[in-house]
């Protein structure tokens, strides 16, 4: 079956400080690969989307990165981080496009990020 | 511009049903999800809709009107557990995700 996980699940980073969350999928290939951020009271905002290794697109300008360099690895970096980067961040994965697929998102744990 | 507009909280009785609404407004329509949310946690599948009509899946339900641009989850039986935020999303033309801010449901005994 398929697995989701991502790291660290809490983490408390001053301003200015570099970030970097780590996602990895398992059981499936080729997965499409999402990140998101939650903040409070809102809906799902998407930060980045991978459809292939080193396949990148960004949705906000900001001063997050997102990288693949495996098929099943998703990683979200920032040099200097903003109070405003504070929030829930989530990885999500999906087969949209293959068969029998609605395109359905799958969940990793997520990670809370405050920024001080 | 889109959007996905959903009750902010809801309150319902332990045992009785609920539902909970939402209306969108997309370039394009690939399909209607809703998932759960429970507080710090990551949302979890519920449902898809990409016909018109009404999905069945146990205590809940999921209904879809596209051309009113509407669907509803309906939530029977209500258990203290179903305390949690209900997502709505729509998947436009070009396969992506819009989301709603979610509805914050609260049970009581």
């Known amino acids: 079956s398929q697995t989701i996980h991502q790291w660290p699940a809490t983490l408390v980073q001053p301003v200015g400080s570099p970030l970097s969350l780590e996602c990895t999928v398992e059981?499936?290939?080729?997965?499409?690969l999402y990140w998101y951020r939650q903040a409070a009271g809102r809906g799902l905002q998407l930060l980045f989307y991978?459809?292939?290794?080193?396949?990148i697109s960004s949705e906000v300008p900001q001063n997050l990165s997102a990288s693949r360099p495996q098929d099943r690895q998703f990683i979200l970096s920032s040099k200097k981080l903003l109070l405003s980067d504070s929030g829930f961040y989530l990885c999500?994965?999906?087969?949209?496009?293959?068969?029998?697929?609605?395109?359905?998102?799958?969940f990793g744990e997520g990670s809370r990020l405050t920024v001080l | 511009g889109q959007n996905i507009d959903q009750p902010t909280e809801m309150t319902a009785t332990e045992g009785a049903i609920v539902q909970i609404n939402c209306t969108y407004q997309t370039s394009g329509f690939n399909g209607l999800f809703w998932y759960q949310q429970h507080a710090g946690e990551a949302p979890t599948f519920l449902s898809y809709?990409?016909l018109d009509g009404l999905e069945e899946k146990g205590r809940f339900s999921s209904f879809l009107s596209r051309s009113k641009g509407y669907s509803y989850l309906l939530l029977k039986e209500l258990q203290m557990k179903d305390s949690a935020s209900y997502l709505c999303?729509?998947?436009?033309?070009?396969?992506?995700?819009?989301w709603g801010a979610g509805t914050k449901l609260i049970i009581k005994p």
């Open positions: 999303a729509v998947m436009d033309s070009n396969y992506q995700l819009i």
């Open positions: 999500a994965w999906s087969v949209l496009g293959q068969e029998r697929s609605t395109g359905e998102l799958f």
């Open positions: 991978s459809v292939g290794i080193g396949q």
């Open positions: 809709n990409v």
């Open positions: 059981g499936t290939s080729n997965p499409n």
